[in-house]
């Protein structure tokens, strides 16, 4: 018997799918970007996308990733960055950078010039499809309700697609705090913690 080769059906095909499911309407083959209500749907999926990945999650929030400059001395802001800070700007208060016709500007010394590499704290935007399975749901959820309000101004759907959503939302956080490892302490990444075990206390080998 043979399996398949993968069980990720939450594409973006499927996903515009399940969202005019949810509105009333039939599903399509293909994305045809011709047709109005397939273009709008579309659109909707693709900026509650960007929406809910803005919030910097663990999939896509990376701490001090090394930025070079290049011959010029100038360092390019990378095409699917959503937010971009320097790694420990909230402590050492030596730049202030932001995007700026392309590329980063230190605010603090008025200058496109990087004479060193950086390190910032990034928040990136990833396809659609290479997020966890628990985003898709909720994005596709978000963007029902979306649609549920501004296609077919359905307040009492919009309300039901709502709960779906938050039910979601809320295995989205579930999923942050599993793989985020999170701790009280804020112990630094690369770094490890042993927390006391209670069982010790038993035990009376020196």
Same mark, same amino acid.
């Given at each position: 018997? +043979?399996?398949?080769? =993968?069980?990720?059906?939450?594409? $973006? ?8 499911? +949810? ?6 083959? =293909?994305?045809?970007?011709? *047709?109005?209500?397939?273009?709008? @749907? ?6 509650? *996308?960007?929406? @809910?990945?803005?919030?910097?999650? @663990? ?8 930025? *070079?400059?290049?011959?010029?001395? $100038? !360092? ?12 420990? *700007?909230?402590?050492?208060? %030596?730049?202030?950078? !932001? ?14 010039? &990087?004479?060193?590499?950086?390190? +910032? ?6 396809? &659609? ?9 909720? !994005? ?6 979306? +649609?549920?309000?501004?296609? @077919? ?20 956080? $579930? ?11 804020? %112990? ?19």
């Amino acid at each position: 018997m +043979a399996f398949p080769t =993968t069980f990720d059906t939450d594409t $973006e095909l499927s996903s515009v799918n399940s969202i005019l499911a +949810a509105i009333g309407q039939s599903p399509v083959t =293909t994305l045809d970007y011709t *047709n109005p209500e397939i273009s709008f @749907v579309y659109n909707l999926l693709a900026e509650v *996308n960007k929406d @809910v990945q803005n919030e910097g999650w @663990v999939f896509n929030r990376e701490e001090h990733y090394p930025l *070079n400059p290049d011959a010029d001395n $100038e !360092i390019k802001f990378p095409d699917n960055v959503l937010r971009l800070d320097v790694y420990e *700007n909230d402590v050492y208060k %030596t730049s202030n950078v !932001i995007r700026r016709n392309g590329k980063l500007y230190d605010k603090a010394r008025h200058s496109y010039e &990087f004479t060193q590499p950086i390190e +910032a704290d990034i928040v990136w935007l990833f396809p &659609f499809e290479d997020l966890p399975s628990v985003f898709k749901r909720y !994005i596709t959820y978000r963007a029902s309700v979306r +649609a549920a309000t501004q296609l @077919v101004a359905n307040r009492e759907l919009a309300m039901m697609l709502a709960q779906q959503e938050a039910f979601s939302r809320a295995a989205c956080i $579930e999923y942050e705090c599993e793989q985020g490892d999170y701790t009280m302490f804020g %112990t630094p990444e690369g770094t490890s913690y042993r927390p006391y075990q209670p069982y010790r206390t038993l035990n009376r080998v020196v």
